[in-house]
């Protein structure tokens, strides 16, 4: 990250505003590798020329650009305001916790208490339970969400970004989507309403939180009038930004079923996307917290396919998710939800990770509790620390911003070819005994050296186009 000070700033924009000139064209030096889908380009755009390509999940131009240059200047992959993004919303840079997690009002396990949301949630539905209090209790008006897009498909793995302007509409938005869901190309449905909150991952919560400096920051108000009043009419309505859990997204998931010769509609579990019936006899079975984070597709009818996670990233890679430099878990969202710790052991399935970054979301949770929309416990702690650290000091040593993903065969030849050494990689063993909160951070490390850091280093030395953290 370059240290950021008023002058060295000021040359970063100077830089990023002339590139701009190109308008969509700059825009498209970033989409090539950097993308990260969020969609909110097209939000931007106030010629609406930009449109989002549902099977390359990438912005496409579909009328007329004037070189405005604002999407191209509001996109979080061009360049980031990082520390002021860390310094306003959230962000944490003290201790180990921080760091990782952000700023804690609080951090527990949960699960919804509803028993259509928990049937339907991935895996506890608390995100679901959470929106619809949000809503139900008047916090806000209406919610930014994804839902299935094929309504009839249980397992539906392809995103529809979509409005919920009732409690009711929430529900359809339960269970995780693993495609790229370009939730920011709705964000100006929401200026219809006076509060309202979107559901992202974290690369979503970044790109909003952009937006945010964008507006409310001097030096940003000055140097890029236009994008600075449409990020204020598009930012004004959102009260809660909440944040799933993301380790990597995909792009088009029919390839997967191609390749895996199964049809969605028969989909019973697609990795932890498990339905409860299937967990809960997992569990009877004397399956743990393994069996859930297995590469794996099991069919209505009982047939189980494991398969090769490396070969199903070469086919459905998204290469935007291997410069993601947010490690899982949102630090900047008012709350972040995921499933990593929340393994507390043998026979418990169906908890969320939840941790409240925005005080006020705390008294709505506790509010929760007390009226028995929500179960909440303690997270496992310190389970495993020790063990936790000497594998990070052992990956530090073995592992030095190594190019694992073959990103620089990629830039050559367009496609993923993983080099040899990956496949020595292996997955959590019947013996390990980090649990909880510590297995959480050493996926944490464990995603930063494999993936973003060789990724990075590899983009530097090819000269390719990479954001300007600062
Ligand atoms: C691609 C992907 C990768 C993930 N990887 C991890 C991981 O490695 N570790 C981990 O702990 N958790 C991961 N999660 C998060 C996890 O699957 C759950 O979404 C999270 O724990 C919330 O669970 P829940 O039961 O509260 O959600 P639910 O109540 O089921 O609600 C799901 C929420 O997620 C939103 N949503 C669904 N799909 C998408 C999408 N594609 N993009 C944006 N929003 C979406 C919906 O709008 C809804 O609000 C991932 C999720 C996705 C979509
Ligand atoms: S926001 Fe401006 S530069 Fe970008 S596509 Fe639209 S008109 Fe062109
Ligand atoms: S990262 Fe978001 S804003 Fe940037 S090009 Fe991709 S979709 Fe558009
Ligand atoms: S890995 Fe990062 S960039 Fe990719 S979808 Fe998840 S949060 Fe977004």
């Not at 952000?102 to 396990?109: E, K, P, R, T, V």
């Not at 530090?396 to 993983?418: A, C, I």
């Not at 292996?426 to 464990?446: S, V």
Request: proline fraction near 3%; charge should be positive.
């Amino acid at each position: 990250m370059i240290e950021r000070t008023k002058e060295k700033e000021s040359l970063i924009l100077d830089r990023h505003i002339d590139i701009a000139r190109d308008g969509f064209a700059a825009l498209e030096k970033v989409t090539t590798f950097c993308c990260s889908g969020c969609g909110l380009c097209s939000s931007i755009c106030h010629l609406g020329s930009i449109a989002f390509d549902e099977v390359k999940k990438r912005p496409v131009l579909t009328g007329e650009c004037n070189k405005c240059g604002c999407c191209y200047l509001a996109c979080p992959r061009t360049f980031l305001p990082l520390t002021k993004i860390e310094k306003t919303y959230f962000g944490g840079n003290g201790s180990e916790e921080e760091k990782r997690l952000g700023i804690l009002s609080d951090l527990f396990l949960a699960r919804s208490l509803t028993e259509k949301i928990y049937w339907e949630g991935t895996p506890g539905g608390t995100t679901t339970a959470l929106v619809h209090y949000l809503m139900d209790k008047g916090y806000v008006e209406a919610s930014l969400l994804t839902r299935n897009k094929h309504a009839d498909v249980k397992f539906c793995m392809h995103p529809e970004p979509y409005i919920a302007s009732t409690p009711e509409e929430v529900f359809a938005s339960a269970h995780s989507k693993f495609e790229i869901s370009p939730v920011l190309a709705h964000l100006g449905g929401l200026s219809r309403y006076k509060s309202t909150l979107f559901v992202g991952t974290p690369c979503h919560i970044m790109a909003f939180r952009k937006l945010q400096i964008i507006k409310k920051d001097e030096m940003f108000r000055t140097r890029m009038k236009r994008l600075s009043q449409i990020a204020e009419k598009l930012t004004a309505p959102v009260t809660y930004v909440l944040s799933i859990n993301c380790f990597l997204n995909h792009t088009d998931m029919d390839k997967a079923y191609e390749w895996l010769k199964v049809q969605e509609k028969d989909i019973a579990r697609f990795n932890e996307n498990v339905t409860k019936e299937l967990a809960h006899e997992a569990l009877e079975d004397g399956k743990d917290w393994r069996w859930f984070i297995k590469s794996s597709v099991v069919t209505t009818d009982g047939q189980v396919k494991d398969y090769d996670i490396l070969q199903l990233g070469v086919l459905l890679l998204y290469s935007g998710c291997l410069v993601c430099n947010n490690m899982i878990v949102s630090r900047h969202a008012d709350a972040n939800i995921g499933f990593f710790g929340a393994e507390t052991g043998l026979k418990e399935f169906g908890w969320n990770t939840v941790s409240i970054m925005n005080p006020s979301l705390k008294k709505v949770i506790d509010q929760m509790v007390a009226d028995k929309k929500l179960a909440r416990k303690p997270i496992l702690r310190n389970h495993g620390r020790t063990l936790r650290k000497a594998i990070e000091v052992l990956m530090r040593g073995l592992m030095p911003s190594k190019d694992f993903m073959g990103v620089s065969n990629y830039l050559q030849t367009g496609e993923w070819h993983y080099p040899e050494s990956i496949k020595k990689i292996k997955g959590p063993r019947r013996g390990t005994y980090i649990l909880g909160l510590e297995l959480l951070y050493l996926a944490q490390t464990f995603r930063k050296k494999m993936f973003y850091d060789g990724t990075i280093k590899a983009l530097r030395k090819a000269g390719a186009y990479r954001t300007t953290v600062y």
